[in-house]
């Protein structure tokens, strides 16, 4: 054996890689010579300082001869103060000839297009083809809930072992606990992820749902803070879902910015925040890292600490934006709070009596979103070459400006639809006020449940100004887009260096996105297809876009340059960030800041 397979062995620091150079080299033969060179470059190491559990560059996956033996995860059980969790995917009743699971099965196919079921299950994502995981040599390994496919339930991406973690302290053993064993960490909390990062084939999960506190401040001084700084807060630990927070600050009377969805179960202080985080209230209050005022956070070192814009700004910094399982594992936010305020619902349905007319309408539409930036409006859409569908919030403005605004556009959707054209202005209360309103029409099946990839772009102010014709022209040219008017107003009045979020919000009104699909149990071959339909017409949205800049919660996994169109010029910032706060690389993702670092599964470092 040569010095140069020894640095290899080394540098790889693997145990089971020197199991396999052991194995494949049979009349290797440990001697005082070799043994000698070993010592000599085991010194030259620690000369160095480099510790050689930091040397290791592959993570120790589930069924590895280094997977921590039962003792050892005995000795973390009794640390924690729940169970170990042994997740499985959600179909796995199905699967059993066990009459008594008969029932487990029922409630899975009743409730799979639920988004609160789903987060209530630690082995759940949201959308399934996020549970599969497909081997190089394109087999799928997976668990359908379609059981005739004649397929066996398999774990696929769902990490097999994990903690039920309810407190900082069970989150620092685990932490502590997946870097003693060099594990791959996942950190999962709802499971909305739409690049599939809160899920991974052989990892170790902390699965964060229940830390559910929430507490409310009239007078919230960050740490470190002097004390005339002082803000209406609210303070959330990682496993509360945005629906808890509506009803708790519709409580109080409060109001924050949060996400939207159809039962608003995407969590509140998880990959959310960390992402970004929008809402149709964007444009009046700002992006969700706009609100954060202080997180509590378990870095890879295990220690607890606080970040803010006193204390650790480089890691709040880093945290606002960043992406979510990338710095550590946020224990708690603190969101602003802001007063309730009324608003007016504007909803548009349009069946277009030709391609022609969608392409006028859907080009004044697109056209009056500087407009209604400048008025703080918010809210969601999608359209095609028959359809238009908007609803569209505008807050505290009057209803006589509300109409002002909106009634050009109205009365041109009017004339372009066929029959049943839906124009309605709905003033309501506060925005608590509009969950038991039932006006809105169903134009959408579940949001989960479902097999999807995402992509998207921001879509700058000047493009809606100036080439809102062009722009309605090639969107309408994707099979399917949607229009998130989720910036504008307030998102623009921020510094664009403010936060590690994409730089690109700060000229942004709206997030445009497209998506496909495939069948559950689709070969290899034809999810690859759906991925590169997704790329071309990834190709077609950045001719809209100058900067190329997407929103990494709602982006594909399918970039061509992930860095840039996630962070923009923020990127080389955040990589400094995370290289100090997390050197060895605990916590990686798909597509996230470092991964650039590590091969396709994220298991072996490859620079
Ligand atoms: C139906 C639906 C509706 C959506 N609506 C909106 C919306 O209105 N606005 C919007 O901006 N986005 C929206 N999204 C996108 C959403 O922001 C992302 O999916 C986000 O990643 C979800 O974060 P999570 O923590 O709930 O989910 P998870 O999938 O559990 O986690 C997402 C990522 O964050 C990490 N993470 C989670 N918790 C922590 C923690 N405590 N510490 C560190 N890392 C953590 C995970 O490791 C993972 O990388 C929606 C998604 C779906 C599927």
């Given at each position: 054996m040569d010095a140069t397979v020894m640095i290899g062995i080394l540098s790889l620091g693997n145990r089971d890689v020197i199991e396999w150079y052991l194995t494949t080299h049979p009349t290797f033969q440990w001697n005082n010579e070799l043994g000698m060179r070993f010592l000599f470059l085991l010194s030259l190491l620690s000369i160095h300082g480099v510790l050689l559990t930091e040397a290791k560059t592959c993570k120790c996956l589930y069924g590895q001869s280094c997977w921590p033996s039962s003792e050892s995860f005995t000795e973390l059980a009794s640390n924690l103060s729940q169970p170990l969790l042994s997740p499985t995917p959600p179909a796995l009743p199905c699967y059993s000839s066990d009459p008594n699971l008969e029932a487990a099965c029922a409630d899975v196919q009743a409730n799979t297009h639920n988004a609160t079921w789903r987060t209530n299950i630690p082995g759940a994502m949201q959308n399934i083809n996020f549970e599969t995981y497909i081997f190089p040599n394109d087999t799928v390994s997976a668990c359908y809930l379609?059981?005739?496919?004649g397929v066996a339930c398999e774990q696929g991406s769902i990490p097999p072992v994990g903690v039920d973690a309810r407190s900082a302290e069970d989150v620092q053993a685990a932490v502590r606990f997946a870097k003693k064993h060099n594990l791959k960490l996942v950190v999962h909390n709802t499971g909305h992820d739409y690049l599939g990062r809160s899920a991974g084939k052989g990892a170790f999960m902390i699965w964060t749902h229940w830390m559910k506190n929430i507490a409310f401040h009239d007078t919230f001084q960050p740490e470190?803070?002097?004390?005339?700084e002082t803000y209406e807060a609210m303070t959330i630990a990682a496993g509360v879902q945005w629906i808890e927070v509506y009803i708790a600050a519709a409580a109080e009377d409060k109001f924050v910015v949060g996400g939207i969805s159809q039962d608003s179960s995407v969590g509140a202080a998880g990959g959310w925040v960390q992402g970004g985080g929008h809402s149709a209230f964007s444009g009046k209050f700002g992006l969700g890292v706009d609100n954060a005022l202080q997180f509590t956070v378990v870095k890879a070192d295990g220690s607890h600490v606080v970040a803010n814009a006193h204390k650790n700004k480089n890691l709040f910094w880093a945290l606002r934006g960043g992406g979510g399982g990338t710095y550590g594992v946020v224990t708690s936010v603190t969101y602003r709070t802001h007063p309730v305020v009324p608003l007016t619902l504007a909803l548009g349905f349009v069946n277009f009596t030709s391609p022609d007319a969608a392409q006028r309408g859907v080009t004044e539409f697109i056209h009056l979103h500087p407009t209604l930036s400048d008025n703080e409006w918010g809210g969601y859409s999608f359209f095609n070459n028959y359809t238009l569908f908007f609803a569209y919030f505008a807050t505290n403005v009057s209803l006589p400006d509300t109409n002002a605004t909106i009634s050009p556009l109205f009365d041109l959707l009017k004339e372009l639809g066929q029959e049943g054209t839906i124009t309605e202005l709905v003033p309501f209360d506060?925005?608590?006020?509009?969950?038991?309103?039932?006006?809105?029409?169903?134009?959408?099946?579940?949001?989960?449940g479902n097999i999807v990839e995402l992509s998207s772009r921001l879509l700058s102010r000047d493009t809606a100004l100036n080439k809102a014709e062009e722009t309605a022209k090639t969107l309408l040219s994707l099979p399917f887009v949607a229009v998130n008017y989720i910036a504008g107003g307030a998102v623009l009045r921020?510094?664009?260096?403010?936060?590690?979020?994409?730089?690109g919000w700060r000229n942004a009104l709206a997030e445009v996105y497209t998506s496909e699909n495939w069948e559950e149990g689709a070969s290899a071959e034809i999810i690859h297809a759906a991925q590169q339909r997704l790329k071309n017409n990834t190709v077609v949205l950045d001719s809209i876009t100058t900067d190329s800049a997407a929103y990494l919660n709602e982006a594909?996994?399918?970039?061509?340059?992930f860095k840039k169109a996630f962070w923009g010029s923020h990127y080389p910032r955040l990589k400094k960030i995370k290289n100090e706060v997390d050197p060895s690389g605990l916590f990686v993702v798909p597509r996230?800041?470092?991964?650039?670092?590590?091969d396709a599964d994220l298991v072996c470092r490859s620079s």
């Open positions: 379609n059981t005739t496919l470190g803070a002097p004390s005339s506060s925005f608590y006020a509009l969950a038991d309103y039932q006006g809105i029409p169903n134009t959408q099946d579940s949001q989960v921020q510094d664009k260096d403010s936060a590690g979020v994409h730089p594909s996994l399918h970039e061509v340059d996230g800041v470092g991964s650039d670092d590590w």
